[in-house]
T-cell receptor, first 109, second 114 residues
Framework: RKEVEQDPGPFNVPEGATVAFNCTYSNSASQSFFWYRQDCRKEPKLLMSVYSSGNEDGRFTAQLNRASQYISLLIRDSKLSDSATYLC??????????FGIGTKLQVIP | DAGITQSPRHKVTETGTPVTLRCHQTENHRYMYWYRQDPGHGLRLIHYSYGVKDTDKGEVSDGYSVSRSKTEDFLLTLESATSSQTSVYFCAIGAASGDSDTQYFGPGTRLTVL
């Protein structure tokens, strides 16, 4: 089993839709979790950190479920500009960083 | 944007030749990382540095070496490039633990080994 798994998609959604991605991780000792956004042929950029209590930033909500070992990202009212690949990042120990392969989102007019 | 630059941005080279990629930061950050990104794989850590002259191996370090003689520069060297090292290479700065420490990436270097 991969340490971090993501559905690569693509997820094709209409503008204004709500879309959710999950990312599962295998090691229950994982400590920190993040979502990054990567545009085509660009570097990854931090989107948000993920906490057990949930983390909301505008239209974006991230959640951690330690019992089931997954993190989620919810995007409400999708915009065309949200089209990108979303990478989950799981940190097990200091410097033991694992990236998922990313989930591609395409928002359609 | 974090002050991270990479050079060159694009390079085409031949199998067997040495290649050095440079990462330069203006943030005075202690930690620096080299990743490669390939289709079907997430970003994979090659090497990282936790200070001047302090480096350690990552997940896919075979065929790569690094050096850090100054805080601001982290060099990645392919001693004898192979076609399997064709990839996009990203440098990052930051500490990978805790909510307040995240990684910030440079613009990437596209390397093609023929």
């Amino acid at each position: 089993r991969k340490e971090v798994e993501q559905d690569p998609g693509p997820f094709n959604v209409p503008e204004g839709a709500t879309v959710a991605f999950n990312c599962t991780y295998s090691n229950s000792a994982s400590q920190s979790f993040f979502w990054y956004r990567q545009d085509c042929r660009k570097e990854p950029k931090l989107l948000m950190s993920v906490y057990s209590s949930g983390n909301e930033d505008g239209r974006f909500t991230a959640q951690l479920n330690r019992a089931s070992q997954y993190i989620s990202l919810l995007i409400r009212d999708s915009k065309l500009s949200d089209s990108a690949t979303y990478l989950c990042v799981v940190i097990l120990l200091y410097q033991k960083v694992t990236f998922g392969i990313g989930t591609k989102l395409q928002v359609i007019p | 944007d974090a002050g991270i630059t990479q050079s060159p941005r694009h390079k085409v080279t031949e199998t067997g030749t040495p290649v050095t990629l440079r990462c330069h930061q203006t943030e005075n950050h202690r930690y620096m990382y080299w990743y490669r990104q390939d289709p079907g794989h997430g970003l994979r850590l090659i090497h990282y540095s936790y200070g001047v002259k302090d480096t350690d191996k990552g997940e896919v370090s075979d065929g790569y070496s690094v050096s850090r003689s100054k805080t601001e520069d982290f060099l990645l060297t392919l001693e004898s490039a192979t076609s399997s090292q064709t990839s996009v290479y990203f440098c990052a700065i930051g500490a990978a633990s805790g909510d307040s420490d995240t990684q910030y990436f440079g613009p990437g270097t596209r390397l093609t080994v023929l």
